[in-house]
């Protein structure tokens, strides 16, 4: 018996899905059980970096720290943009989850954009095997946002899924458990709030950070015009760009639907890009069964609405979008036998 195996006994195996706004670790067995910001806080001393706090408490500080510490995101549109502070942001969330951190060498399978390269991919791997893990096995997150929506993949019938993250947005046509097209655009939540951001620096010469852009999305963000040509309105404080004073204004949903225009337009066209390459069978089934949504960005307001008028196709938003990737990396990792062919073990 080989050391590693030794190792694996006293381990639970677990997945991740190491997106680029949250990261959740789903143990075998026991199901989602962590779910924090991909938010790394550093203190750099003589050149080297010291983590300070990681996930939550690293969020807080984004935007707000001194000089002598920086909050990043390691994660950039779906892959690593900082090894080391994502090493470490891996290693924390594996030690959280496993109590004794001695001996656990967990298997972990992790998922990766569609459209992540090789170079990207054993960057990840080198990052998940270097934080501790036996063995590092990768799957694409179509196919674990699809999964963990329960369609029924592995049947000879077409599914589309559309899985809008933090960094980008994955569509996909999935048939016998494998994927037919699929399609990876570099715009997400993220670009969402840079939408925000810009319009508001434009129209109302008001300057706010990335957290007061994401609060304005999850309380009022719509894909759709609202029918009363307002809809609601929130308070938001930020500087003003013409005196350089701190001030506060009124913003309503049809201003954030017009902010967020671009981003939307950009997920519907990936949508109708994805219909055109679809093959005339698949397609058909695709017309019976709609199209699903996942991930945090299926939570903006009206976005299933705004797809059925462009697709004219029924569109519904998974019940759990937001673990559905980490759920759908679980069964990979729980039914392993069966969906050998999705999970990607060499390096």
Same mark, same amino acid.
């Given at each position: 018996?080989?050391?590693?195996?030794?190792?694996?006994?006293?381990?639970?195996?677990?997945?991740? @899905?190491? +997106?680029?706004?949250? !990261?959740? =670790?789903? $143990?075998?067995?026991? #199901?989602? *059980?962590?779910?924090?910001? &991909? /938010?790394?806080?550093?203190?750099?001393?003589?050149?080297?970096?010291?983590?300070?706090?990681?996930?939550?408490?690293?969020?807080?500080?984004?935007?707000?720290?001194?000089?002598?510490?920086?909050?990043?995101?390691?994660?950039?549109?779906?892959?690593?943009?900082?090894?080391?502070?994502?090493?470490?942001?891996?290693?924390?969330?594996?030690?959280?989850?496993?109590?004794?951190?001695?001996?656990?060498?967990?298997?972990?399978?992790?998922?990766?954009?569609?459209?992540?390269?090789?170079?990207?991919?054993?960057?990840?791997?080198?990052?998940?095997?270097?934080?501790?893990?036996?063995?590092?096995?990768?799957?694409?997150?179509?196919?674990?946002?699809?999964?963990?929506?329960?369609?029924?993949?592995?049947?000879?019938?077409?599914?589309?899924?559309? @899985?809008? +993250?933090?960094?980008? !947005?994955? =569509?996909? $046509?999935?048939?016998? #458990?494998? *994927?037919?097209?699929?399609? &990876? /655009?570099?715009?997400?939540?993220?670009?969402?709030?840079?939408?925000?951001?810009?319009?508001?620096?434009?129209?109302?010469?008001?300057?706010?950070?990335?957290?007061?852009?994401?609060?304005?999305?999850?309380?009022?963000?719509?894909?759709?015009?609202?029918?009363?040509?307002?809809?609601?309105?929130?308070?938001?404080?930020?500087?003003?760009?013409?005196?350089?004073?701190?001030?506060?204004?009124?913003?309503?949903?049809?201003?954030?639907?017009?902010?967020?225009?671009?981003?939307?337009?950009?997920?519907?066209?990936?949508?109708?890009?994805?219909?055109?390459?679809?093959?005339?069978?698949?397609?058909?089934?695709?017309?019976?069964?709609?199209?699903?949504?996942?991930?945090?960005?299926?939570?903006?307001?009206?976005?299933?609405?705004?797809?059925?008028?462009?697709?004219?196709?029924?569109?519904?938003?998974?019940?759990?979008?937001?673990?559905?990737?980490?759920?759908?990396?679980?069964?990979?990792?729980?039914?392993?036998?069966?969906?050998?062919?999705?999970?990607?073990?060499?390096?």
């Amino acid at each position: 018996m080989a050391l590693s195996d030794i190792f694996g006994l006293f381990s639970s195996d677990m997945a991740i @899905d190491l +997106g680029t706004a949250n !990261t959740l =670790v789903y $143990v075998k067995g026991r #199901g989602v *059980i962590l779910s924090e910001p &991909s /938010v790394v806080a550093y203190h750099v001393k003589d050149g080297v970096k010291k983590v300070l706090a990681v996930g939550e408490d690293a969020k807080l500080m984004l935007g707000r720290t001194p000089g002598s510490i920086e909050a990043i995101r390691p994660m950039r549109e779906g892959v690593i943009a900082d090894f080391d502070v994502a090493e470490e942001m891996i290693k924390h969330f594996i030690r959280k989850v496993h109590k004794r951190s001695t001996f656990s060498k967990p298997k972990i399978i992790v998922c990766v954009p569609h459209g992540a390269t090789p170079v990207e991919k054993r960057a990840i791997r080198q990052s998940v095997l270097s934080a501790g893990a036996r063995r590092a096995g990768l799957i694409a997150e179509p196919i674990a946002a699809a999964i963990g929506a329960g369609m029924p993949i592995t049947d000879p019938t077409g599914s589309m899924v559309v @899985d809008i +993250g933090g960094g980008t !947005t994955e =569509v996909a $046509v999935l048939s016998l #458990g494998d *994927i037919v097209y699929a399609r &990876s /655009v570099r715009v997400g939540g993220d670009r969402m709030d840079e939408a925000i951001i810009s319009y508001l620096r434009r129209q109302q010469n008001l300057l706010v950070g990335e957290s007061t852009a994401e609060r304005i999305k999850t309380s009022i963000g719509t894909a759709r015009m609202p029918d009363d040509g307002r809809g609601a309105s929130m308070q938001i404080r930020g500087r003003d760009l013409l005196n350089g004073v701190p001030k506060e204004t009124d913003i309503t949903q049809a201003q954030v639907a017009e902010a967020l225009s671009e981003p939307v337009q950009a997920i519907c066209e990936a949508v109708m890009t994805a219909l055109e390459a679809t093959p005339p069978d698949l397609a058909a089934d695709i017309v019976d069964r709609g199209v699903m949504l996942t991930g945090g960005g299926a939570l903006l307001g009206d976005l299933d609405l705004a797809l059925r008028e462009q697709t004219g196709l029924a569109v519904s938003i998974a019940d759990e979008s937001l673990n559905c990737v980490a759920m759908g990396t679980g069964k990979a990792l729980e039914y392993e036998k069966q969906l050998r062919h999705a999970i990607d073990y060499d390096s």
